[in-house]
């Protein structure tokens, strides 16, 4: 994977493609447009990922501190998130951006300047690598529900190999999750990037076969889509289950997203 001065450049370019799309928005009623994530508007998923961000560079500076306010929210975990984006989103959009702008920019400086020590977070700790992934592909997901909610295309571009490599490192996670066994053989991921390129991971002669695009592959490990809206091949039973509990964030995965064209919605998505 990339050294960490690029993968933080891709973090950092990850979050400029969505302030792009959210800093053209005409007024505080746009910021209030419905995503996919029910009950939430596009003020909250801004909100959600200034306030993750804040929380990351936290962890990152002052580990101490952050494992101390951690010990004072373990007995509502489960609504903290929501609670967090609800009150984020009342503030004004503007300041609101302007916060996520300061906050990101700051956790990428810290990140750049993070030693080699494991990080402590809402899951199991991380190195600064890692912790730059998974911002990467939270911005992303929930980027998607913005553009979804704007009708507009999903962003896709080079950085989606973060996104996809992190997908395939969770795979034993994600069984977990679900209460299953994880696989003991590997798998093979082969995937159609952006640019027409391929990225494999596994053996070439694994009998577990994962194929298809990456932008799919990526939209179905951040939740995004519903297994059956995706252009994704599994040969083998163990690849098959595992596109259906892939994914690539830590906590509970929610309720899956429905098929297209179907009636009903899902909870909201973790991350």
């Given at each position: 994977?990339?050294?960490?001065a ?60 952050f ?28 300041l ?91 798998f ?56 259906d ?25 973790q991350?």
């Amino acid at each position: 994977m990339a050294d960490r001065a690029s993968l933080l450049a891709d973090l950092t370019a990850e979050g400029d493609a969505l302030d792009a799309v959210v800093a053209g928005l005409e007024d505080a009623a746009a910021w209030r447009t419905p995503t996919p994530a029910a009950g939430w508007t596009i003020a909250h998923t801004v909100a959600h990922l200034e306030g993750t961000d804040r929380q990351a560079l936290l962890a990152v500076t002052d580990p101490a501190a952050f494992t101390a306010a951690l010990a004072t929210v373990l007995d509502r975990l489960d609504t903290l998130v929501d609670d967090e984006a609800r009150a984020g989103a009342a503030t004004d959009p503007a300041l609101l951006l302007a916060r996520w702008r300061t906050g990101r920019a700051a956790l990428a400086e810290a990140l750049g300047a993070a030693g080699e020590d494991r990080i402590p977070w809402f899951g199991p700790p991380m190195k600064a690598a890692s912790m730059a992934t998974a911002r990467l592909m939270e911005t992303w997901a929930h980027g998607v529900d913005v553009t979804d909610a704007l009708g507009l295309p999903v962003l896709a571009s080079a950085r989606l190999r973060h996104v996809a490599h992190l997908g395939v490192r969770t795979r034993d996670f994600a069984f977990g999750q679900n209460g299953l066994t994880p696989p003991a053989e590997p798998f093979r991921v082969e995937l159609t990037a952006p640019d027409g390129s391929v990225w494999t991971w596994g053996p070439d002669d694994a009998a577990q076969r994962v194929t298809g695009p990456a932008l799919h592959f990526c939209l179905r490990v951040t939740r995004r889509r519903h297994r059956d809206d995706l252009a994704l091949e599994a040969t083998g039973r163990e690849a098959g289950r595992w596109l259906d509990v892939a994914q690539a964030f830590a906590g509970p995965a929610g309720a899956d997203r429905p098929p297209a064209g179907s009636p009903g919605g899902a909870g909201r998505d973790q991350p």
